[in-house]
């Protein structure tokens, strides 16, 4: 999920929360896990050398330095078997003026973070690269750290499961069903990659860094990741940004079907720049009309399927919508999705391509380059053990159906993807541990930056994180579609994380920021 600190796409948001649970975990795990943290305080360090392959799409900054942590597979079982977490720093190029490191984390699930430092140091000011080392991780399971694999491929790899033009889930459930039992076939281990053991390992870089305290910076998913943290870690956080947010009270099921919501609400922004160029679009010159005309695409290209020319793949509506939920986290792509939707639509009328038709499905189809030693289903891998590892799922066929039937007659632009089935329904292995509850317990030291318009976290997400976290953080909120916050524009957004990050100032009151200057 093209991007700026993260990779061209970013996986779904699924599983269901279970309250008393959620709540046994909050009483025991952080109790415990501030306990280790205490005691392990000076057992971990990090030899610091050269890096692995970079991640393809990005242009790894030379400073950037890499290293290992080993941490327990199994923290229950912290003498028992061990992996590796790979690690990366670029320094302060002004380290007199140093005061910690920022963990940073591209969210995904699944996505590899090794080398967002490299983009991090782009974006940020002077003013925050004097103060703070960057560090980067791939989190366990992903990219270099213990890469996980079940081996899946053709539709069993797929995190976009739309439903059959007829509303059917069939195909689905066998594809869920096949991904579930090839995870299975891993044995154990699975189960304990996980965002709670995540965030352990997260408490082991800091261990290794040598500091009481470590900064954050975690969008979409990492959002998430970052709560956790904060609740199983309190006193062991710093400053700690989310951008991007998720309600860590849904996760994983109910989170996903607010992307509903979400595609309501983004849609309009492409919608507009279509009909804006409607001479040349040709779906129409208001964003009604388009809305009709997109809608109307998709069913047609789910009953007829539209040939690219000179290839062997044709156009089909879910790669219609699959492409446009891509497309819409930034609004640097909305002109490019325009654009493929004409392109898409001349295919399905049977038009040859023009040669701008070819250039953005070309640009839209590229591939991303393998990368060495990464499993090829390594990010979907890790996406269903940390979506279904983290809580339990419902394991009713009958109810997925149902609420996609639903969701698909009152959300037609996702047409009931939200609410599809996936592995977790048949998932082998229980969640090893209850969900941790992320509570305001702690200092006033997050700040949360929420775009209004976002299909990928929805706002309503963002407002369940806020009040999750209650006094412990304040609220960014910004009239901007799109999924990335920060250095997209909002001059108010901007200044009001440097001034958190340089000077730990939090506005007293929610900050709402008015649409960036186009």
């Known amino acids: 999920m093209s991007s700026k600190r993260s990779r061209a796409r970013l996986w779904a948001l699924v599983a269901m929360s279970t309250g008393l649970l959620a709540s046994m975990a909050a009483c025991g795990s952080a109790v415990s896990d501030a306990a280790v943290s205490a005691t392990n305080a000076t057992q971990y360090f990090i030899n610091w050398g050269k890096c692995p392959a970079v991640t393809p799409g990005i242009t ?10 080993t941490v327990p597979l199994n923290y229950q079982q912290p003498g028992g078997k061990a992996i590796s977490i790979e690690v990366s720093e670029i320094a302060t190029a002004k380290p007199g003026q140093k005061r910690g490191y920022l963990l940073v984390n591209p969210g995904g699930p699944g996505l590899q973070g090794l080398d967002t430092p490299s983009t991090t140091a782009q974006e940020l000011p002077a003013s925050v690269l004097d103060e ?3 560090i980067g991780f791939d989190p366990r399971g992903v990219g270099y750290s213990t890469p996980m694999s079940c081996g899946l491929s053709g539709s069993d790899a797929s995190v976009f499961s739309f439903p059959a033009a007829d509303g059917s889930i069939s195909a689905n459930v066998v594809s869920a069903r096949a991904a579930a039992s090839a995870c299975a076939k891993i044995g154990n281990e699975l189960q304990y990659f996980n965002t709670a053991d995540t965030a352990r390992d997260m408490d082991r870089i800091r261990q290794a860094l040598g500091v009481p305290k470590i900064s954050y910076w975690g969008q979409s998913y990492g959002t998430y990741l970052g709560a956790v943290y904060a609740s199983l870690f309190p006193k062991n956080t710093d400053r700690m940004i989310l951008e991007g947010v998720v309600d860590p009270t849904e996760v994983w099921q109910q989170d996903m079907a607010l992307w509903n919501q979400g595609m309501d609400q983004r849609f309009p922004d492409a919608a507009a720049v279509a009909a804006a160029d409607s001479a040349d679009v040709g779906l129409g010159s208001t964003v009604a009309q388009v809305t009709a005309s997109y809608i109307r695409l998709g069913d047609e290209l789910d009953a007829k399927p539209a040939p690219v020319p000179g290839t062997s793949e044709s156009i089909t509506g879910t790669d219609l919508r699959t492409v446009t939920y891509e497309l819409l986290l930034h609004n640097t792509t909305l002109t490019t999705l325009a654009g493929f939707w004409k392109a898409a639509a001349d295919l399905e009328a049977g038009k040859t391509p023009t040669a701008a038709d070819q250039i953005v499905l ?3 189809f ?5 990368q060495p030693g990464v499993p090829a289903d390594n990010q979907v891998t890790m996406t269903w053990a940390l979506f279904c590892g983290d809580a339990a799922w419902s394991r009713s066929v009958n109810s997925y159906a149902t609420a996609t039937a639903a969701a698909r007659a009152e959300y037609p632009l996702a047409d009931g993807m939200p609410d599809e089935i996936t592995p977790c329904a048949f ?13 305001s317990a702690g200092p006033r030291d997050i700040l949360v930056l929420q775009n209004k318009r976002d299909n990928a976290t929805p706002y309503a997400g963002a407002l369940g994180m806020d009040k999750a976290l209650g006094s412990r953080a304040g609220f960014v909120s910004v009239d901007n579609g799109g999924h990335y916050v920060y250095d997209v524009g909002s001059t108010c957004a901007d200044q009001a994380a440097n001034l958190f990050l340089t000077k730990g100032i939090i506005s007293g009151k929610p900050l709402s920021c008015p649409a960036p200057a186009s």
């Open 60 to 69: 790894r900054n030379p400073k950037e330095k890499c290293g290992t942590v």
């Open 132 to 134: 703070y080392d960057l």
């Open 362 to 364: 070309q640009q839209v």
């Open 366 to 370: 590229a591939s991303t380059p393998a």
């Open 427 to 439: 998932w082998s292995k229980a969640p090893a541990e209850p969900a941790v509850t992320v509570t």
